[in-house]
């Protein structure tokens, strides 16, 4: 559809003797499709012209060369390009049936280089159920702009340095009478849940003896100054981090193309720092080093007193870094909206710096994961407050009910699906229907950790959109008409079902390009359940198979699968065909 945009403001651009790229950014979307395919508001025209937005719709009317299979009609202050039934159905089929199951949906994005830093979660600790969020929406955003065209690095900056593995390094050595020789010989067989225990357990110990806090300090001065056994602790906590997290990556369908922790900066920071200096603007403050940002932002410390450096300081290193070896033209943080202050003052000292950096650099909020308490008011999940559940095992959980569900529904179909089904589509559709959820709204808004209403086959869910695709994909397994789009009578698909899922198909790249430039994935989730409500609608009230079916119908059956299948995709659920 992008091409018969371009025609239409093209043709608007010779009636009113302007230039197409300054008019083409007014063009829209009627709210009904059944008013135009495109529509371009006449309201700006109204000063110079000196008349009435609905008379100069009028009189371009009258002039404009239509493209072929359209006209161009006056609807108040609007002027629609409305396209012949048969026009709009063979594009919107063909143009489905063509997407690459895999490659880019538009080119919008075509040489331009997008970072995007997501997930980085804190090495040594498990990950919680809200930990969810940045992975699911970085990943989708990843996704998203590689459909849009885009060269996509995808980068996590896992949290691997810091006073935090002190605490580790120490607790480690007193679980073993802080003897070095037979902690180095247990490191092998340490898990995950050893340092997330150890970590947990730090703070009530600390509170015994409050020299612990002075003592991981120094152990993590030892780390910093590398010697061998704090490095060698710290590289074994560091792979048995990644290993279960990877698990968990896997689950997602989340990549990465660098895994790169704050630890890979460490050796950049002083000059990043002296490059702040050289740029006039790294001030002292009480001993501290500090850059003022703006009269309403609090000043961003770069070096505490005692010579430490910060999560800022890092995250200015990894920015110039980033730019320097990877030239992206936008640089995305899909960090949670708590962090936003910190954001707001790295991107400041970027700015006042001067480096070229600072233009692409975006932070993408999100809002915070909540949980059903025992009184019944939601609220946000955390571990301390026992609603927070260890990620794998809620992934798990969702597994097990939707493959409840699913043997339940073999047995009453008499299906021929087998254990091993059963079991790989619990896994997809289970995991599928935690993904959809942090999607399916506004990454700003809170989302509601309700494990029923999560796994529902009705509403606004992933097993509803799933089920959509597994329906089309049983229509075309028992099809026996040949599909062959050369001989479509596409003047046949004119049912007001048919209608919806064609304006619907035809809407798939702009959708992709409007959550791109918002960083909004739930447009295209609300996309998503858009196509698979038409879907339904279309497959409850047409008969596909029948004898008397047009095999139109089985075009159109397969040009919504296609396009569903690559929307389930690009959102991080599978596509599966049976159920």
């Known amino acids: 559809m992008n091409g018969l945009k371009k025609a239409f403001v093209g043709a608007l651009a010779q009636a009113l003797e302007q230039d197409a790229a300054s008019l083409e950014a007014s063009i829209v979307r009627p709210p009904d499709s059944k008013l135009g395919a495109f529509a371009f508001p006449c309201f700006s025209l109204a000063k110079a012209l ?43 089929v063909t143009s489905s049936l063509s997407l690459d199951p895999t490659g880019s949906v538009t080119e919008s994005g075509k040489g331009r280089t997008v970072l995007v830093d997501y997930s980085s979660p804190n090495a040594g600790k498990e990950l919680v159920y809200h ?7 970085g990943a989708a955003l990843c996704r998203l702009y590689g459909a849009a065209g885009w060269k996509v690095v995808a980068v996590n900056h896992l949290g691997d340095w810091g006073t935090q593995f002190g605490k580790l390094i120490l607790m480690w050595l007193r679980e073993h009478g ?101 740029a006039g ?59 936003s202050l910190h954001f707001k003052q790295v991107f400041a000292v970027l700015e006042r710096m001067q480096e070229p950096s600072a233009k692409a650099c975006i932070h993408v909020p999100f809002g915070l994961v909540l949980g059903k308490g025992e009184d019944g008011n939601w609220s946000k999940v955390s571990t301390r407050s026992g609603t927070g559940s260890p990620l794998p095992a809620v992934m798990d959980m969702a597994a097990v009910e939707i ?71 049983s229509i075309l397994r028992k099809a026996t008409k040949p599909l062959n789009p050369a001989k479509a009578r596409w003047e046949l698909l004119c049912e007001p079902e048919t209608d ?17 430039e918002a960083n909004e994935p739930s447009l295209l989730s609300q996309y998503a359940l858009e196509l698979a409500e038409k879907v339904h609608s279309f497959t409850h009230h047409h008969r596909v198979l029948d004898v008397d079916a047009t095999p139109e119908r089985l075009l159109l059956v397969e040009a919504a699968r296609r396009t569903l299948s690559r929307v389930l995709t690009i959102l991080g659920l599978e596509a599966v065909e049976r159920m």
Request: charged content about 25%.
């Open 50 to 92: 000196r008349k009435g937005p609905p008379q100069i719709a009028a009189d371009i009317a009258a002039k404009v060369v239509a493209p072929e299979g359209t006209s161009v009609v006056a609807a108040g202050p609007y002027l629609n390009l409305v396209l012949k039934p048969c026009v709009l159905a063979r594009m919107a």
């Open 131 to 137: 930990h969810i969020r940045s992975t699911v929406i």
């Open 178 to 278: 802080m003897d070095q020789e037979k902690s180095l010989v247990d490191l092998g067989s340490v898990t995950l849940s050893d340092l997330n225990r150890m970590y947990v357990g730090f703070k009530p110990a600390a509170a015994e003896d409050p020299t612990l806090e002075e003592d991981a300090r120094l152990w993590f001065a030892r780390l910093e100054a590398k010697e061998a056994f704090a490095r060698t602790c710290w590289e074994r906590f560091i792979e048995v981090s990644k290993t279960e997290l990877n698990k968990v990556y896997v689950r997602f369908g989340a990549r990465f193309d660098h895994f790169l922790g704050e630890s890979f900066y460490e050796d950049k920071l002083d000059a990043t720092i002296a490059r702040i200096a050289k």
């Open 281 to 339: 603007i790294l001030e002292e403050s009480e001993g501290a080093q500090v850059v003022h940002v703006g009269e309403n932002i609090p000043p961003c410390l770069i070096r505490k007193r005692d010579g430490a450096t910060l999560y800022a300081t890092r995250d200015l290193a990894a920015a110039i870094w980033r730019h320097e070896h990877f030239g992206c033209d936008r640089a995305l943080y899909v960090v949670d909206a708590g962090q």
């Open 403 to 473: 493959g409840k569900t699913i043997r339940a529904l073999a047995l009453q179909k008499e299906s021929d699906l087998t254990d091993s089904d059963i079991e790989s589509l619990s896994e997809s559709i289970g995991v599928g229907a935690l993904v959809f959820n942090e999607l399916k709204n506004k990454r700003l808004v809170d989302t509601k950790f309700d494990l029923e209403a999560i796994l529902s086959f009705s509403g606004d869910t992933g097993p509803y959109i799933q089920y959509a695709h597994v329906r089309l994909s």
């Open 500 to 516: 919806a899922v064609l304006a619907c198909l035809s809407q798939f790249g702009e959708r992709i390009d409007q959550a791109v």
